[in-house]
């Protein structure tokens, strides 16, 4: 079964660094765009990075410079590493998978999320 | 850069009624970029419609969507328990990456 299950979420104070990682079951992330969406307390969806196949990336203006979006070489798990964390990056952070047809650009499968606080 | 607007911001509405989400962009969009999230309460996001009017797997065939250019509708007819929940458009694009409207909540 097609599974993202995403982990690292933390409470980091303000500055800090944190990693997430989102392992995926029975596809190879290198096959897809993989991307990473949040969800601040009580506020709608913003996309955040994408990846494909390790050399194209792409960021939000919100994030960029200071995020970074990667796959590990085993093409199962997806990461962001997440710098200089300010308060407005608490979120929930999704990891979501766009459907592949690059004809239909939506995400089709989405894990659960993992939950970054960022607060002195 | 596009940016989408979803009216009403909450829908009230019964049990087996109809509800009707809209979607506007601010500029024309490409339709296959045009889909539908549902969001209940403490879960993940799921895809309901793609490419303006595709529903996705799974999803029953009370939801359908509609539109072009910068005005797009979902429409659920026969509301059911499970339905009430945030859904959210989405376009992709034109700068790499998703927009995501604001949502509208359909509330009993």
């Known amino acids: 079964e097609v599974q993202l299950v995403e982990s690292g979420g933390d409470l980091i104070q303000p500055g800090g660094s944190l990693r997430l990682s989102c392992e995926v079951s029975d596809f190879s992330v290198g096959r897809y765009y993989m991307n990473w969406v949040r969800q601040a307390p009580g506020k709608g969806l913003e996309w955040v990075s994408f990846i494909y196949s390790t050399f194209s990336t792409a960021y939000s203006d919100s994030v960029k410079g200071r995020f970074t979006i990667s796959i590990d070489s085993s093409k199962i798990t997806l990461f962001l590493q997440m710098n200089s964390l300010r308060a407005e990056d608490t979120a929930v952070y999704y990891c979501?998978?766009?459907?592949?047809?690059?004809?239909?650009?939506?995400?089709?499968?989405w894990g659960k999320g993992t939950t970054v606080t960022v607060s002195s | 850069e596009v940016v989408l607007t979803q009216s009403p911001g909450t829908l009230s509405l019964s049990l087996g009624e109809r509800a009707t989400l809209s979607c506007r962009a601010s500029r024309s969009v490409t339709s296959s970029y045009l889909a539908w999230y549902q969001q209940r309460r403490g879960q993940a996001p799921r895809i309901l419609i793609y490419?303006?009017?595709n529903r996705a797997a799974g999803i029953p065939d009370r939801f359908s969507g509609s539109g072009s250019g910068t005005d797009f509708n979902l429409t659920v007819t026969r509301l059911e328990p499970e339905d009430f929940a945030v859904y959210y458009c989405q376009h992709y694009g034109p700068s790499p990456g998703f927009i995501f409207g604001p949502g509208t909540k359909v509330d009993i």
């Open positions: 490419g303006t009017s």
């Open positions: 979501a998978r766009r459907e592949s047809s690059n004809y239909y650009y939506y995400m089709d499968v």
